[in-house]
Structure formats: structure tokens, C-alpha cells
């Protein structure tokens, strides 16, 4: 079993996805299951976990019931409003659907860095540890250091780093990423996702990912690292074969065993798949 612990679909006449526009021109189109599924079959990936991409429940529901028609999906990771007083209910409304394992808020867009940490928010959290359900951070660096206290304050909850915590690689400065990604890695057990860092190079070059790639495998190791394609935003700029190809290339100098644990196993682990 190979998993993509990370990925989209998205339907435009939703009318959700406000981050999307025209823009955004070589993905401002409707992403289906029908799209992705043979993509899947020539990269050998045999189940998925499907992460919202819009800030509604509407759009978790649609999500998961694109799991309940498309047997490799085999987990939903959605969106609930943190901030809402039905927030614990919700949770326990939607965890009822075996699909979902997780929630994700669209930290990346909040302009307070340390949102996350606010006292309105502590019902949510704790809902979502009793519900067994993955917290995936969306976050980019400025937020790291509120990630951390959080993590130490919810040592019971399942914790997943998105993209690397999208390092800026274009810039070409990615010190202070990589000492806060070190810090959070060294002090809690959240585990990271290697997916996104095309975006972020603008690349699909393995030679520029190189480095940030490094630094993740030394932080976390094969066991903390689970892949994921970030289809299709990842063709923003390179294509889902692009990214697997390129993906071997920098796992090359693993053994079997640790490129098991990255393709696969962390990701079964951390999502119950």
C-alpha cells in the first residue's frame, strides 16, 4: 500500500474555494476523483487523504461524500469553524462519518500568528482529542514558535505539519525555518508532511528541494515523515509525476525500509488507514 496522505478536488461552482480564482489559471478548473485515479495507478498510489481546501462544512461534506463513492479515498481530513460555539458538537457530528480523521484550519490566512493559541479555541482542540481526529497545521513559519506551545499544551492530540511548514525556499533564507522546524521536531511528536515544497521552489527541481528535504529527514526521520502530492496545486508548477519522480530521486539514499515508512506506513499510523 502506497498512500498520497495529501491532496485536493474541488468543484468551482461550489462556490467556496474564494482563494481560487482566475489567477490562478492552470488549476482554475474542477478537480475530480475521475482526474486524479490515473495518475494514481502510474504512480503506484493505492489510497489517499482528501484535505479541504475551503473554509466550510459545506465543503467537508462534499468531501466526504466523495470518500463514501471512491474506495481509495481513504480519509478526509476537513474544516470546522474553531471559533464557533457549536464547535464541539460539530466535531461530534462529523466524526460520526468513519471517513473523516482529521480537520485542518486555514491558519496560513489568519494574520495573527498566534491564533492557534487563543482560550476560545480550547473546546475545539478537546472535542477533536475526543473524537481521535488528526490536527493538521497549515501554517508557514511566522508560526511555528505558537505551533510548538500549542503542541506542548495538547501532548494527547495527533499533530501533522503541513508542507514542511512551507519553508521559503525562492527567497533563498530558510535559517530561521530551519531552526524553528528543529525546535518543534526536538520537543513535541507532531509529524510532517513532505508535500508543497514544489510551490514554494517554484520548482520541481530535486537540486533545489534538496536542502529543505534534508533538513526534514534530519529533524524528523522516515518514521515522523509521511508523503503527499498536493495535487493539484502542485501542477501550479510541475506535474503529479513530476513530483513522485522527483520525490524518489531525494529519498534515494534511504533504505527500503525508511522509504516504506514515508510512502506509506507514517501515513497509515498517523490517519489509522
Avoid at 22 to 36: E, K
Avoid at 176 to 190: I, P, T
Avoid at 207 to 226: I, M, Q, S, W, Y
Amino acid at each position: 500500500m502506497r498512500i498520497d496522505a495529501h491532496h485536493h478536488f474541488w468543484r468551482l461552482d461550489r462556490g467556496d474555494y474564494t482563494w481560487l480564482t482566475p489567477a490562478l489559471a492552470p488549476i482554475y478548473r474542477d478537480y475530480l476523483p475521475a482526474d486524479l485515479a490515473p495518475q494514481l495507478g502510474a504512480a503506484g498510489i493505492s489510497h489517499t487523504v482528501l484535505v479541504q481546501a475551503a473554509a466550510t462544512v459545506a465543503e467537508t461534506r462534499f468531501l466526504l461524500e466523495l470518500a463514501r463513492e471512491n474506495p481509495f479515498i481513504a480519509g478526509v481530513v476537513g474544516w470546522v469553524d474553531f471559533e464557533a460555539d457549536d464547535a464541539p458538537a460539530m466535531i461530534a457530528e462529523l466524526s460520526r462519518d468513519s471517513a473523516l480523521v482529521g480537520l485542518r484550519p486555514m491558519i496560513q490566512d489568519i494574520p495573527d500568528t498566534e491564533w492557534m493559541l487563543r482560550e476560545s479555541l480550547e473546546p475545539a482542540f478537546e472535542a477533536m482529542v475526543d473524537h481521535g481526529l488528526v490536527f493538521d497545521a497549515l501554517v508557514k513559519p511566522p508560526h511555528l514558535p505558537a505551533l510548538r506551545e500549542l503542541a506542548g499544551r495538547y501532548p494527547e492530540l495527533s499533530m501533522v505539519l503541513d508542507h514542511g511548514a512551507k519553508p521559503p525556499i525562492a527567497s533563498g533564507d530558510v535559517s530561521e525555518w530551519k531552526r524553528d522546524v528543529a525546535a518543534l521536531a526536538r520537543e513535541s511528536s507532531l509529524v510532517c508532511k513532505l508535500s508543497g515544497l514544489v510551490t514554494e521552489a517554484g520548482s520541481g527541481d530535486p537540486a533545489l528541494l534538496e536542502d529543505c528535504v534534508n533538513h526534514l529527514l534530519d529533524c524528523f526521520g522516515p518514521t515522523r515523515l509521511l508523503w503527499g502530492s498536493d495535487w493539484p496545486v502542485c501542477e501550479l508548477v510541475c506535474s503529479y509525476a513530476d513530483w513522485r519522480a522527483a520525490s524518489d530521486r531525494l529519498l534515494a539514499k534511504l533504505g527500503d525500509a525508511e522509504r516504506e515508512l514515508i510512502y506509506s506506513e507514517t501515513a497509515r499510523k498517523t490517519y489509522g488507514i
